[in-house]
């Protein structure tokens, strides 16, 4: 089982692996040499022919095989691992720059989550491969034949029987590769989809507790975990019902070889001291075949994951363009736009949108009406559209992917803080910021003066920034949103879950930005689309009502009953009414 695709993308591992058979065959052949000079060592003692200088000469060689064998274990370990280590490295850096070039339109094909597992779980599986079972592997037909060529002129018959056993394992192995290709094919495809849908559901979880409908999710969840150990359960079985098939033909070839041995030792063919030999070198013809076997399972497991990781590389990559974005602020023309998930359930329906550098275009409406599908394709993350979305002129399908995600930045509710410094994190959105610049677009998100008395720029964040309040966090993702200067900017509920304060503030920032930038806005919160250009309510894929908000108030539609509902909860979230003792009024404090 050589995969030779996955072989080409070995780089320096290849070496490593001759590397280790080389040393695991002399670690072999000092322990042969012994095995030898203890035969022949005996065999003088049969023969009352021990003398001193025999003890010596037996000391000496076991001296040195012991020392060739430690040497030669200690090789083959870091040989093995260098293998395991380099070939993960090369892999995980595959899959990376596969990402890269396939851009934010990767979500359209695969899911986030098997990618997740591929790159991780998926690639940790193939370091056995190619630190365990490649080099056992081509040992295992290595070792066999030298044992032979060295057992032969002492005894050819039991030389022969011996080898002729030692192909019993591969052909288990083989048996069992067949039945074990699509059990795991299939072990893989249930793991992926439960990792799927616990990634969803756990990022809905919010949503999933409103509407009451956890407690779906968690039976349809536990019918994929039982599925799933259910799979689990027949991939061991498999693999132990196979290991005893090879105990079986390893202790019973290693048993003919000895009953031969012994039995040519009784008729005269062959002295004590070669019977003992065979004896003990018989089982050196089954061990490597039958490690091989255990690390032949393990490197199953790894080819299904590969096979996984070999889909996600031939993913289809987005055409290279040549039509350039033209400089400065990027215009936004929709145009009949329609959009599916799945065929004949339209997530969009013929929207038609414009926006404008200088002024704010808003979106806003209940979950599920394809406000953030809108943004997904404004940043290239969805494809696949009918009609038409230009930038600046330019069809979004047909601009250069590096291009758009240079000049188009989203803003989410959900902007991720890696673990490491304020100035690390901001740095990621322009790598040769000056501390100058860092601190400009801290001033304007306001939190300059709070890291000032902490480390300033050195300041730690912890992974997803969880020593800093969800407003700090919200209010940092927009500084480094900012430092990216680009074109447009696509706002997507970036003021969810913040407190009063930072809303402020994220919203102030939001249109000074406008005034130079081209600026879509998506929230909810009615109150924050006040001051826009443009508010578009949408329903169910298509754009219900548009205008400004004075606009939409007196039109009376879906909009304006909307806003004073939201009015009348902002109002009583404000108020408190206390009851006074009886025989008083309840005031409002």
């Given at each position: 089982?050589?995969?030779?695709?996955?072989?080409?993308?070995?780089?320096?591992?290849?070496?490593?692996?001759?590397?280790?058979?080389?040393?695991?065959?002399?670690?072999?052949l000092?322990?042969?040499?012994?095995?030898?000079?203890?035969?022949?060592?005996?065999?003088?003692?049969?023969?009352?022919?021990?003398?001193?200088?025999?003890?010596?000469?037996?000391?000496?060689?076991?001296?040195?095989?012991?020392?060739?064998?430690?040497?030669?274990?200690?090789?083959?370990?870091?040989?093995?691992?260098?293998?395991?280590?380099?070939?993960?490295?090369?892999?995980?850096?595959?899959?990376?720059?596969?990402?890269?070039?396939?851009?934010?339109?990767?979500?359209?094909?695969?899911?986030?989550?098997?990618?997740?597992?591929?790159?991780?779980?998926?690639?940790?599986?193939?370091?056995?491969?190619?630190?365990?079972?490649?080099?056992?592997?081509?040992?295992?037909?290595?070792?066999?034949?030298t044992?032979?060529?060295?057992?032969?002129?002492?005894?050819?018959?039991?030389?022969?029987c011996?080898?002729?056993?030692?192909?019993?394992?591969?052909?288990?192995?083989?048996?069992?590769?067949?039945l074990?290709?699509?059990?795991?094919?299939?072990?893989?495809s249930?793991?992926?989809?439960?990792?799927?849908?616990?990634?969803?559901?756990?990022?809905?979880?919010?949503?999933?507790?409103?509407?009451?409908?956890?407690?779906?999710?968690?039976?349809?969840?536990?019918?994929?975990?039982?599925?799933?150990?259910?799979?689990?359960?027949?991939?061991?079985s498999?693999?132990?019902n196979?290991?005893i098939?090879?105990?079986?033909?390893?202790?019973?070839?290693?048993?003919a070889?000895?009953?031969?041995?012994?039995?040519?030792?009784?008729?005269?063919?062959?002295?004590?001291?070669?019977?003992?030999?065979?004896?003990?070198?018989?089982?050196?013809?089954?061990?490597?075949?039958?490690?091989?076997?255990?690390?032949?399972?393990?490197?199953?497991?790894?080819?299904?994951?590969?096979?996984?990781?070999?889909?996600?590389?031939?993913?289809?990559?987005?055409?290279?363009?040549?039509?350039s974005?033209?400089?400065?602020?990027?215009?936004?023309?929709?145009?009949?736009?329609?959009?599916?998930?799945?065929?004949?359930?339209?997530?969009?329906?013929?929207?038609?949108?414009?926006?404008v550098?200088?002024?704010?275009?808003?979106?806003?409406?209940?979950?599920?009406?394809?406000?953030?599908?809108?943004?997904?394709?404004?940043?290239?993350?969805?494809?696949?559209?009918?009609?038409?979305?230009a930038?600046?002129?330019?069809?979004?399908?047909?601009?250069?992917?590096?291009?758009?995600?240079q000049?188009v930045?989203?803003?989410?509710?959900?902007?991720?803080?890696?673990?490491?410094?304020?100035?690390?994190?901001?740095?990621?959105?322009?790598?040769?910021?000056?501390?100058?610049?860092?601190?400009?677009?801290?001033?304007?998100?306001?939190?300059?003066?709070?890291?000032?008395?902490?480390?300033?720029?050195?300041?730690?964040?912890?992974?997803?920034?969880?020593?800093?309040?969800?407003?700090?966090?919200?209010?940092?993702?927009?500084?480094?949103?900012?430092?990216?200067?680009?074109d447009?900017?696509?706002?997507?509920?970036?003021?969810s879950?913040?407190?009063?304060?930072?809303?402020?503030?994220?919203?102030?920032?939001?249109?000074?930005?406008?005034?130079?930038?081209?600026?879509?806005?998506?929230?909810?919160?009615?109150?924050?689309?006040?001051?826009?250009?443009?508010?578009?309510?949408?329903?169910?894929?298509?754009?219900?009502?548009?205008?400004?908000?004075?606009?939409?108030?007196?039109?009376?539609?879906?909009?304006?009953?909307?806003?004073?509902?939201?009015?009348?909860?902002?109002?009583?979230?404000n108020?408190?009414?206390?009851?006074?003792?009886?025989?008083?009024?309840?005031?409002?404090?």
């Open positions: 089982m050589i995969n030779k695709r996955l072989l080409s993308l070995a780089g320096d591992a290849k070496r490593q692996i001759v590397r280790n058979v080389l040393f695991q065959w002399l670690s072999m000092s322990g042969a040499a012994l095995t030898f000079g203890l035969g022949w060592f005996i065999q003088l003692m049969s023969e009352d022919r021990a003398d001193i200088s025999a003890l010596w000469c037996i000391l000496a060689v076991f001296t040195a095989a012991v020392l060739l064998r430690v040497f030669c274990g200690s090789a083959a370990g870091r040989a093995s691992f260098r293998a395991g280590s380099g070939v993960k490295k090369i892999l995980r850096q595959t899959v990376y720059e596969k990402l890269l070039c396939l851009g934010p339109s990767y979500i359209g094909q695969t899911a986030t989550s098997e990618v997740v597992q591929v790159a991780t779980e998926g690639v940790d599986q193939t370091e056995v491969y190619f630190s365990k079972y490649l080099p056992q592997l081509f040992y295992s037909v290595l070792a066999p034949t044992l032979f060529l060295l057992l032969a002129p002492v005894y050819l018959p039991a030389a022969v011996l080898l002729l056993c030692v192909p019993l394992i591969p052909l288990t192995i083989v048996a069992v590769q067949k074990a290709k699509r059990l795991l094919a299939r072990y893989w249930a793991y992926a989809g439960l990792g799927d849908s616990f990634l969803e559901n756990l990022q809905g979880l919010t949503t999933l507790k409103i509407y009451r409908a956890d407690g779906a999710k968690q039976a349809e969840m536990n019918r994929e975990a039982e599925h799933f150990r259910k799979i689990t359960m027949k991939v061991l498999l693999q132990l196979s290991i098939v090879m105990d079986l033909i390893a202790y019973g070839g290693s048993a070889g000895m009953i031969l041995s012994a039995g040519g030792y009784a008729g005269g063919a062959i002295s004590l001291g070669d019977a003992l030999t065979i004896a003990l070198l018989s089982a050196e013809f089954f061990l490597p075949m039958r490690l091989l076997g255990s690390y032949f399972h393990i490197a199953m497991n790894g080819m299904a994951a590969i096979d996984k990781l070999f889909h996600i590389l031939d993913l289809k990559e987005p055409k290279k363009s040549e039509q974005l033209p400089k400065g602020a990027l215009s936004v023309v929709f145009r009949d736009v329609s959009f599916f998930y799945e065929a004949h359930r339209p997530v969009l329906k013929n929207i038609v949108l414009e926006a550098p200088g002024r704010i275009l808003s979106l806003t409406g209940g979950s599920g009406s394809g406000k953030s599908t809108l943004a997904a394709l404004v940043t290239g993350q969805l494809r696949g559209y009918t009609g038409s979305i930038l600046g002129g330019v069809e979004v399908s047909m601009a250069d992917q590096q291009q758009l995600s000049r930045t989203l803003v989410s509710s959900a902007g991720y803080l890696f673990a490491g410094t304020i100035g690390e994190n901001l740095r990621m959105a322009l790598p040769n910021a000056g501390d100058d610049e860092l601190w400009q677009v801290l001033e304007e998100v306001c939190l300059a003066e709070f890291l000032q008395a902490r480390n300033g720029l050195e300041t730690r964040l912890s992974e997803r920034g969880a020593n800093f309040s969800g407003g700090q966090r919200q209010r940092l993702c927009l500084a480094r949103a900012l430092l990216r200067d680009s447009l900017y696509v706002f997507d509920e970036a003021t879950n913040v407190d009063a304060e930072s809303e402020a503030l994220i919203m102030a920032t939001v249109t000074r930005l406008a005034e130079r930038k081209t600026v879509i806005l998506i929230s909810h919160r009615l109150s924050n689309l006040i001051n826009t250009s443009c508010i578009c309510l949408m329903k169910s894929g298509t754009i219900m009502e548009r205008g400004t908000h004075e606009e939409l108030l007196e039109n009376g539609g879906d909009y304006a009953v909307l806003f004073r509902e939201q009015e009348a909860l902002e109002r009583y979230g108020t408190v009414e206390y009851q006074r003792p009886a025989g008083r009024k309840a005031v409002a404090i």
